[in-house]
């Protein structure tokens, strides 16, 4: 038992050396970066710029190469499968692929700035499909293949007249927008006043005591309680007695004194 632990021990951490040393000395494999534009509208009769860029931990050196194919959308055209390569770059050089593309392609990129870029023109109808985009930088080989789908039209709209219906666009909905800003704030100022009633100095002078009338004399107080229409003044009544003596019989009899009346 005590000449196996030892041997245990020794096993393990030569194991462990190994693991060390081959990380140390050896270099994973890297992949590299590919991006393209996924749609491109071109007019047909143009000239088009099919754009690839590509990011790799490795110094771009001559064993770089760089590969255009194209998969036409239309069944019916011969190039329709496989892909076909149209354009081909390595060891520093281009090489132009199928006659298709040879007098249409030219490689506009710099590969030191990590730039395949390539352009092709004038575009044709045939040109509707798939343009793909590979680059291998060793020892950074592997990679996903950058897409574009082109479609050629009959008539593009000038970039110019798009970018002015784009800023009238939105200069409209800028206008709309303060607008209705400016219809809230104003409806909100509004509803408080409204809520709020009259203010606080109006309100003081809404509460404060009337000031009392002078007591009028009692003739002006007559008059101004006696109404406007003609009224039956007092009636004075007396007693006459008709008998001419103290001790006969009296008889009394109501005599209007006066009848006093108001015009």
């Known amino acids: 038992m005590e000449q196996k632990w030892p041997n245990a021990v020794f ?18 494999t890297l992949a590299v970066d590919i ?11 143009t000239t088009g710029i099919l754009r690839c860029t590509f990011k790799s931990h490795e110094v771009v050196s001559s064993s770089t190469t760089v590969s255009w194919s194209f998969q036409p959308n239309d069944p019916n055209n011969k190039l329709s499968s496989p892909p076909n390569v149209i354009y081909y770059y390595s060891g520093g050089k281009g090489f132009p692929g199928v006659p298709e593309f040879r007098e249409r392609v030219q490689f506009v990129g710099d590969i030191n ?22 680059v ?18 009959r008539r593009a709209l000038p970039q110019t007249n798009a970018t002015l219906i784009i800023g009238a666009v939105c200069g409209a909905l800028g206008v709309l927008v303060l607008v209705a800003l400016t219809a809230c704030f104003v409806l909100r ?21 009337q000031p009392r009338k002078k007591v009028e004399s009692g003739l002006e107080g007559s008059k101004s309680a006696i109404p406007s229409g003609p009224l039956q003044g007092p009636v004075i009544y007396a007693q006459l007695d008709h008998s001419g003596s103290k001790n006969s019989f009296h008889k009394m009899e109501p005599v209007v004194y006066a009848d006093i009346r108001k015009n």
Do not use: W
């Open 11 to 28: 096993i393990r951490a030569s194991f462990i050396g190994f693991t060390i040393f081959v990380a140390l000395v050896t270099k994973p």
């Open 35 to 45: 991006y393209a534009d996924p749609e491109m509208i071109v007019q047909n009769g």
């Open 113 to 134: 700035k990590k730039d395949v870029s390539i352009q092709l023109g004038p575009v044709q109808f045939s040109d509707n499909g798939t343009f793909f985009c590979d």
């Open 189 to 209: 100022h509004r509803t408080r006043h409204d809520y709020e009633g009259c203010t606080s100095l109006e309100s003081v002078s809404s509460q404060a005591p």
């Open 136 to 153: 291998r930088n060793p020892p950074d080989v592997t990679g996903t293949v950058a897409r574009i789908e082109l479609r050629v039209v």
